[in-house]
């Protein structure tokens, strides 16, 4: 069986603003119709979220590289589990909490397989690996950096809500943590990230919310 599921092939302009709301609308009365099988619905549910669902995984996983794989881990398990789905949570929430186990499954397999490399320097491979002259590029690479250091609780809370456009209630029942814990998260992840984007004195990194 081909397991190959369609990628988008015109991703959306940036200067374009975003509407949640009817993007999640949109999403998830696509989910609901392809519950039945439906292939046109299912292609069109893969449209609507797969961006945001790379870039959910590719922060979370600190692996850009392997955020494509991830994305297609995501969505052959929402689509076998699809029938399930009654759209009490957006189609969009619903999925980003099949990814989150989808790259807590990932972490786990690579844990049980042998060390190849004794680098964790991922940023750099990326760097090297990807075009360089295209516009923002290094600014890119050194958010993705600056991300990758933070602790994975902060990244998670900033990407969801910051990047991904999720509210902090909704982020708060991805994460199954309080609403005032994403928010914490959240004010640290800035503060440290505006810290070290402008030159400054980054505060410390504790485990702490």
């Known amino acids: 069986m081909n397991t190959t599921l369609p990628i988008p092939r015109a991703p959306r ?18 989910a609901l119709a392809a519950r039945s099988g ?14 945001d669902v790379v870039r959910y995984v590719a922060h979370l996983s600190a692996d850009p590289q392997s955020a494509e794989d ?3 881990d995501t969505f052959l398990r929402a689509l076998r589990t699809l029938h399930r789905f ?7 929430t619903w999925l980003l909490t099949i990814a989150r186990r989808a790259v ?14 004794d680098t964790d320097d991922w940023g750099a491979t990326v760097e090297r690996a990807q ?15 600056l991300l990758a250091a933070l602790p994975r609780e902060r990244r ?12 902090y209630a909704e982020a708060a029942r991805l994460t199954g943590c309080p609403v005032g814990t994403v928010r914490s998260r959240v004010a640290r992840a800035r ?17 702490a919310a």
Do not use: K, N, Y
Request: hydrophobic share 40%; glycine share 8%.
């Open 38 to 51: 439906d292939r046109e619905a299912a292609d069109a549910f893969i449209r609507c979220l797969h961006r």
């Open 104 to 117: 807590v499954d990932d972490f786990r397999r690579a844990a049980a397989r042998p060390l190849l490399s």
């Open 191 to 207: 503060t440290v990230l505006t810290a070290q984007l402008q030159g400054g004195e980054p505060q410390p990194l504790t485990r």
């Open 13 to 30: 302009r940036a200067s374009v603003p975003r509407d949640r709301t009817a993007e999640d609308a949109v999403a998830t009365a696509w």
């Open 86 to 92: 009654e759209g009490r949570s957006s189609a969009r």
């Open 131 to 145: 075009p360089t002259g295209l516009p923002g590029f290094e600014d890119g690479v050194v958010v993705r950096q």
């Open 70 to 72: 991830l994305a297609q």
């Open 156 to 167: 998670q809370a900033f990407v969801l809500t910051q990047m991904l456009g999720l509210s």
